[in-house]
């Protein structure tokens, strides 16, 4: 599986994963991750437009505007692509801890 290279470069602005950090606490809107963060609204929603692009948050629409969630299917696909290499770095370990129990039987 390859994971989308846009997620990984989207995640790589400071600024930006710091915006995915406070939607992934709870669902937010432009106005509240502009309160929390040292950024224009203007600047926010470019930020907020490339996560979205690159599939790591949605808006839904609410009234005059919209609230911003994780997106779940996009951010599955980026944990199934780490999880190929925590799986293999688990094995490897797993195999180093248990090469001196076969040597010494």
């Not at 846009?6 to 709870?26: K, N, S, W």
């Not at 609410?62 to 290499?85: C, E, I, T």
Request: hydrophobic fraction near 35%.
């Amino acid at each position: 599986m390859a994971v989308n290279s846009t997620q990984l470069t989207a995640l790589g602005d400071p600024t930006r994963r710091a915006i995915f950090e406070l939607i992934a606490e709870r669902p937010r809107s432009v106005a509240e991750i502009t309160r929390q963060v040292p950024v224009s609204q203007s600047a926010v929603s470019q930020h907020l437009k490339v996560l979205r692009n690159s599939r790591l948050v949605r808006a839904q629409p609410k009234g005059a505007s919209n609230v911003y969630h994780v997106d779940p299917h996009g951010l599955g696909q980026m944990r199934a692509w780490l999880d190929r290499f925590w799986n293999k770095t688990l094995t490897a370990y797993e195999d180093a801890v248990e090469q001196p129990r076969k040597e010494s039987q």
